[in-house]
Nanobody, 125 residues
């Protein structure tokens, strides 16, 4: 299992950016896929998650209304569309996937067995 994250980069405050995550080894079917982020000097925190089987979505309060997680089943890719970005959103963003099935503690890092390499999003003018 190998997760690959892409997207990110430098974006101006208020701007959008899209991240993508794919599993080159197996499908996301019946699994949970999530995005976490880690800002400099801070702990890694939950951002958003999707239950692949029924498109059930979960978000951290800090990103509700601004971030949207979606799935592309044909491409086996989970996307994170981030809008109205603020400097506080600057972080390394990681995608993660459960080993076999959705975990009710979707916000907990320990629920995810597989992690991508991280992609940096910098929000700055």
């Amino acid at each position: 299992v190998q997760l690959q994250a892409s997207g990110g980069g430098l974006v101006q405050p208020g701007g959008p950016v899209k991240l993508s995550c794919t599993d080159s080894g197996r499908t996301f079917t019946n699994r949970g896929v999530a995005w976490f982020r880690q800002a400099p000097g801070k702990e890694r925190e939950f951002v958003a998650a999707i239950r692949w089987s029924d498109n059930n979505l979960r978000y951290a309060d800090s990103v509700k209304g601004r971030f949207t997680i979606t799935r592309d089943r044909a491409k086996n890719t989970a996307n994170l569309q981030m809008n109205n970005l603020a400097p506080a959103d600057t972080a390394v963003y990681y995608c993660a996937a459960t080993a076999h099935s959705w975990n009710v503690q979707y916000y907990n890092m320990n629920s995810y067995a597989h992690w991508g390499q991280g992609t940096l999003v910098t929000v700055s003018s």
